[in-house]
């Protein structure tokens, strides 16, 4: 029926142990090829049980089980062929009628399943190019299987997934009811092996990279046959990934640690709960080229785009209640952001150190979260943002922002676009209180440029200059309403050269580049 072959090496049957064994074992599709095999199997059942009632096994044992599954190109199966073939070679069957359900399962013991060195082997030719993979060593334990209510089994699986990742499974498993609870590791080089996967679908290069998780969990059903799943003590950490431009092989994204602790979840509350994220060290490189395109947009916007799916039917959302999600702490730690600039004739190359902390982030409406954020230019100056922000229903942020030392000769390379001037010292400090919503924004505080010296490039003279310039008690609010309102100025020092020449030109207009100056350079 299946259009292949079956071989058997040996069946064994012990007469007074009841002892079933089937050793070399091999069923072939009908292309010859492998489907699944194995090299032993044991069953040892006792007869006696079944004068109770019963069906007892002392020990199942089953050594060497592979498996091969294909998908091909057609996105069909070697498993689906088959089971279509025996479907349609079945002979045709009167329906009984069906009788009345019994509410409770066979009595039913299993005293000792063991699974040793099984093996799935896996081909897709859908992807590109064709995956191939091995998840092996796979050993499964269960011992104490039985109908009996609230009788728990005892359960442990371990399987190696490919590229050295390992799934480890250890807990307890009731039939009647049924429930589950137990723990749950997974870890290895996964990044790895998805992007092996999935290659083609990533629009960037993956290199490196260790996963490792662990939860434990609790399942069961509810008396209305509803599924309800507790997970608690959720940890995973990713570290050592990079992440690389396809084509030029150049470095977007270095990320040594990103991790999650005491994650929580309860399916039947809808809630969700996380205590900490954390991205550590992370470094981005931020390049834009002469023709204005950004690296990081450039290499993730170049995935092949999918057809459009048709949508589902939508559920009206108000017959469910919403989730709520809660993450006490979220950790932007020692942050590398590397920029480069090279659409202006001359690059800028700045660096910035980064660090944020966010508390107490909810999905709820009307809760807040404080935020304390930092960051450090290597061309000189600080910028601290402190406060508490509203995501929903509407955005809004209250707190206070406070710029220190910002030095201005980083700007010179966009300056030098429009002035032939050079921008030689100056620094702008900026501190206040900061209210802002989707209707208005405001800030209230002081401002101050210090230091201040542009000179002429082409005669090589100080054009502009002051020691300070400040604004104090000021408020600039913009949005509805729009209004400007400054406590006090205070200049000093100021200076400005300003020649005239007898036919009406003057150095100010000599340095300025018009447009058309600049189509011409172009």
């Known amino acids: 029926r299946l259009g292949g072959h079956t071989q058997i090496q040996a069946i064994a049957l012990n007469p007074f142990t009841f002892g079933l064994s089937i050793t070399g074992a091999a069923v072939h599709d009908p292309d010859d090829k492998a489907l699944l095999s194995f090299d032993s199997v044991f069953v040892n059942f006792e007869p006696t049980s079944y004068l109770s009632g019963a069906i007892e096994f002392s020990e199942i044992s089953i050594d060497g089980f592979n498996v091969n599954f294909q998908r091909y190109p057609d996105g069909d199966t070697n498993i689906a062929r088959v089971a279509q073939r025996w479907a349609e070679s079945a002979a045709p069957v009167e329906t009984p009628e069906t009788p009345a359900p019994d509410s409770e399962l066979p009595l039913l013991r299993v005293a000792s399943l063991r699974v040793n060195g099984a093996s799935v082997g896996i081909v897709d030719d859908v992807a590109s190019p064709a995956f191939k993979t091995l998840v092996e060593s796979i050993d499964f334990a269960l011992d104490d299987l039985s109908t009996?209510?609230?009788?728990?089994?005892?359960?442990?699986?371990?399987?190696?997934?490919?590229?050295?990742?390992?799934?480890?499974?250890?807990?307890?498993?009731?039939?009647?009811?049924?429930?589950?609870?137990?723990?749950?590791?997974?870890?290895?080089?996964?990044?790895?092996?998805?992007?092996?996967?999935?290659?083609?679908?990533?629009?960037?290069?993956?290199?490196?990279?260790?996963?490792?998780?662990?939860?434990?969990?609790?399942?069961?059903?509810?008396?209305?046959?509803?599924?309800?799943?507790?997970?608690?003590?959720?940890?995973?950490?990713?570290?050592?990934?990079?992440?690389?431009?396809?084509?030029?092989?150049?470095?977007?994204?270095?990320?040594?640690?990103?991790?999650?602790?005491?994650?929580?979840?309860?399916?039947?509350?809808?809630?969700?709960?996380?205590?900490?994220?954390?991205?550590?060290?992370?470094?981005?490189?931020?390049?834009?080229?002469?023709?204005?395109?950004?690296?990081?947009?450039?290499?993730?916007?170049?995935?092949?785009?999918?057809?459009?799916?048709?949508?589902?039917?939508?559920?009206?959302?108000?017959?469910?209640?919403?989730?709520?999600?809660?993450?006490?702490?979220?950790?932007?730690?020692?942050?590398?952001?590397?920029?480069?600039?090279?659409?202006?004739?001359?690059?800028?190359?700045?660096?910035?150190?980064?660090?944020?902390?966010?508390?107490?982030?909810?999905?709820?409406?009307?809760?807040?979260?404080?935020?304390?954020?930092?960051?450090?230019?290597?061309?000189?100056?600080?910028?601290?943002?402190?406060?508490?922000?509203?995501?929903?229903?509407?955005?809004?942020?209250?707190?206070?922002?406070?710029?220190?030392?910002?030095?201005l000769p980083v700007i010179q390379p966009y300056l030098a676009s429009v002035a032939k001037v050079q921008l030689e010292s100056g620094t702008l400090s900026i501190d206040g209180n900061v209210a802002a919503s989707s209707a208005q924004s405001e800030f209230n505080g002081n401002a101050s440029l210090e230091t201040l010296v542009i000179r002429d490039a082409l005669e090589n003279e100080e054009l502009f200059g002051l020691a300070a310039l400040r604004f104090s008690d000021s408020v600039f609010s913009v949005g509805d309403e729009t209004r400007i309102d400054i406590g006090s100025i205070d200049v000093q020092a100021p200076y400005a050269r300003v020649e005239i020449e007898e036919d009406g030109s003057n150095n100010i207009s000599r340095v300025l580049i018009t447009p058309a100056q600049t189509e011409e350079s172009l």
């Open 148 to 407: 009996v209510p609230n009788s728990a089994a005892q359960q442990q699986l371990t399987l190696a997934i490919g590229e050295g990742s390992q799934l480890r499974w250890l807990g307890e498993l009731t039939l009647a009811p049924l429930s589950s609870k137990g723990e749950l590791q997974l870890f290895g080089p996964l990044p790895q092996l998805a992007y092996r996967y999935l290659q083609e679908q990533i629009p960037v290069a993956l290199r490196g990279g260790w996963f490792d998780a662990s939860l434990a969990y609790e399942f069961s059903l509810t008396d209305a046959g509803e599924a309800d799943v507790k997970v608690q003590a959720l940890t995973a950490a990713l570290t050592n990934l990079d992440v690389h431009d396809k084509l030029s092989d150049a470095l977007l994204l270095r990320l040594p640690v990103v991790s999650v602790h005491g994650g929580a979840l309860d399916l039947l509350q809808r809630q969700v709960s996380l205590e900490r994220i954390l991205l550590d060290r992370v470094r981005v490189d931020v390049e834009r080229t002469k023709e204005g395109v950004l690296n990081l947009q450039q290499a993730f916007s170049s995935a092949p785009q999918e057809p459009a799916a048709a949508t589902p039917e939508q559920t009206d959302p108000s017959s469910e209640p919403a989730w709520r999600v809660q993450l006490s702490e979220l950790a932007l730690e020692d942050w590398d952001l590397r920029v480069r600039d090279l659409q202006p004739e001359q690059a800028l190359i700045v660096s910035l150190d980064f660090n944020a902390h966010a508390a107490n982030i909810t999905n709820a409406d009307n809760e807040s979260a404080q935020l304390s954020t930092d960051l450090t230019l290597s061309s000189g100056g600080t910028l601290q943002i402190q406060g508490d922000v509203q995501l929903l229903p509407e955005f809004g942020f209250d707190g206070a922002l406070a710029m220190e030392s910002l030095a």
